[in-house]
């Protein structure tokens, strides 16, 4: 399994994988490839959506099993926003997701990032998401209830880079 940054040539299988992703509304699926077209139209944009991808390199080809989204938070000199992740459903529980997130955090080392923040909806399809982020060093900062509609909430998680 290697990881790169996502290529224009990525697009469609990340579109797929974005559409077969359970946890993701249609909505939700729309504004991530969004963020994908963004990175993809501005690679090395040191501000800008950076895009991470896991693929599986085989003698068949490469096949995509996961990526991250992340990037710059605005207005801010050490900190970064994780703003999307999704594994292949097919390929879940072999440590891409941990395999990403190192990735992300290699890249905040090698550039002087101190702090990775997430938020993320409190609705029961997120809760296998806040519990991996949580056991791989994440805590919850803030809950804003009812933030998105009645009874779901904004749980904004944060990770110093170590």
Known sequence: MICRPAVPADREALAD????TKEFTADESAVALELIDDALAHP?????????????????????????CFGRTPMTETSVDFYWA???????KRGIGRFLHDAILSACRAEGLERLRIE?????AYAATLAF??????????????????????????????
């Open 86 to 92: 999704a594994v292949e459903p097919t390929a879940r």
């Open 44 to 68: 090395g944009d040191p501000l800008g959506y950076r895009v991470l991808v896991a693929i599986d390199s085989a003698e068949d080809g490469e096949r995509l099993l996961g990526y991250v």
């Open 17 to 20: 994988l974005l559409s077969r």
């Open 133 to 162: 982020h949580k056991a791989i060093g994440y805590e919850v900062i803030s809950v804003i209830k009812d933030f998105y509609k009645r009874g779901d909430d904004l749980i904004t998680l944060l990770r110093i880079v170590d």
């Open 120 to 124: 993320t909806s409190s609705q029961e």
